[in-house]
């Protein structure tokens, strides 16, 4: 569950920031009469992130056996591949993604077009929508569906709530922090659904074993315990790796903390955007 509740308050605050400088930038603007494009594009978005789910939710069904490990796997390795991208989006994020923002919001009032609003929120809200089916999927299989769901759905629910109090002026981020915070979750549950995902290749016999064990703490800690679960879940903890396995989870885990982890940590503290000045 607190793998799905940090993804969904992850996506969520995340997208909820995009809207919130959004309708600050129309506030400024003049334009709020323009806000009903971008909560077209905004639900438009979210409706088509859940048929985006049924769609993988139909595919995955339909498969049985050996394709359906080969599915999972990349459906995994398209999550690492997302996740990836999103570190490296979060070295970038303050003043870059926010002029993006304004730059977008001053062409669709330019053109006097409620529709490039719309496609500009449809975007964005997708964006974080489709990421969120993926790197929920690829949990569930480490969790159970009514675990993921709800998980999602609480995590979501917070991120509303931020996105509220954040526009309202009522709380101000420290965007800093949560983004740190949000870049060590990542690179922890990426390397796990690697990790994993290499399993699933291994046990469709596309990749090879060659060391069936580096360690066996069963005994110690299952990763089928309530602690180990958790662990598990959160950071891909794994009783009884291959080889492969083991190397895949280090390999991502030292490029991810060299990579991005380290510059991001090493940058000096920037002033937070706050929507009421944006």
């Known amino acids: ?10 996506e969520g605050i995340e997208a909820s920031l995009i809207i919130g400088m959004v309708l600050a930038l129309l506030r ?6 323009m806000r009903k494009w971008l909560w077209l594009g905004t639900f438009s978005a979210i409706l088509a992130s ?7 939710a139909s595919i ?9 490990k080969i599915f999972e796997a990349l459906l995994m390795f398209v999550a690492v591949a997302l996740m990836t991208w999103l ?3 979060l070295r970038h994020f303050a003043a870059a993604h926010r002029n993006a923002l304004a730059t977008g919001v001053e062409g669709a009032m330019a053109s006097g077009s409620g529709w490039s609003l719309f496609l500009l929120a449809f975007v964005a809200v997708f964006r974080e929508g489709i990421e969120s089916v993926l790197f929920l999927f690829a949990a569930s299989r ?3 569906a009514e675990m993921v769901t709800s998980g999602a759905l609480l995590g979501l629910l917070l991120a509303i709530c931020v996105g509220v109090l954040f526009y309202r002026g009522i709380i101000s981020l420290a965007l800093r922090r949560v983004l740190q915070v949000s870049a060590v979750v990542l690179v922890l549950f990426a390397a796990g659904l690697l990790a994993h995902g290499v399993h699933e290749l291994q046990e469709a016999a596309v990749l090879p074993i060659w060391l069936h064990e580096v360690w066996n703490t069963q005994v110690f800690l299952s990763d089928k315990s309530i602690v180990g679960s958790v662990l598990r879940s959160v950071f891909g903890y794994n009783d009884n790796p291959t080889f492969i396995e083991f190397l895949a989870y280090l390999s991502y885990l030292l490029v991810a903390c060299f990579g991005f982890l380290a510059p991001l940590f090493s940058q000096r503290p920037a002033a937070a955007p706050s929507a009421q000045k944006i």
């Open 1 to 10: 569950m607190l793998p799905a509740l940090l993804i969904g308050l992850r």
């Open 28 to 33: 400024q603007s003049g334009a709020l009469g």
């Open 60 to 68: 995955w069904g339909s498969l049985a056996g050996r394709s359906e």
């Open 50 to 56: 859940l048929l985006g789910a049924l769609v993988i």
């Open 142 to 144: 480490r969790d159970s």
């Open 87 to 89: 570190l490296y989006w």
